[in-house]
């Protein structure tokens, strides 16, 4: 049986175009992941998030099924769940 402590998302490292790698909380990466969504335009996500009505779900929704987002040409947004202690 798995350990649950696979499935604990504590911390994310987050790898953005020209930026250092950043440690988030989930709350961190949700806000991050809100207000890049509001940049975006709809047409423009892909078509599982466009079925979502607010910003909020569908930044839920990537944390829990992706890990990353297009943002546009040679630019990339993407995160990874990380344990940093033992």
């Not at 423009?44 to 930044?59: G, M």
């Amino acid at each position: 049986m798995p350990d649950s402590l696979m499935y604990q998302q504590d911390n994310f490292v987050v790898l953005e175009t020209n930026q250092p790698e950043q440690f988030m909380t989930p709350s961190e990466l949700l806000e991050k992941l809100k207000i890049t969504l509001q940049k975006l335009i709809t047409q423009d996500l892909p078509p599982d998030l466009q079925k979502f009505d607010t910003v909020e779900t569908q930044a839920q929704y990537l944390i829990d099924t992706s890990c990353e987002l297009d943002i546009g040409p040679g630019k990339y947004l993407q995160w990874y769940a990380v344990r940093l202690e033992k």
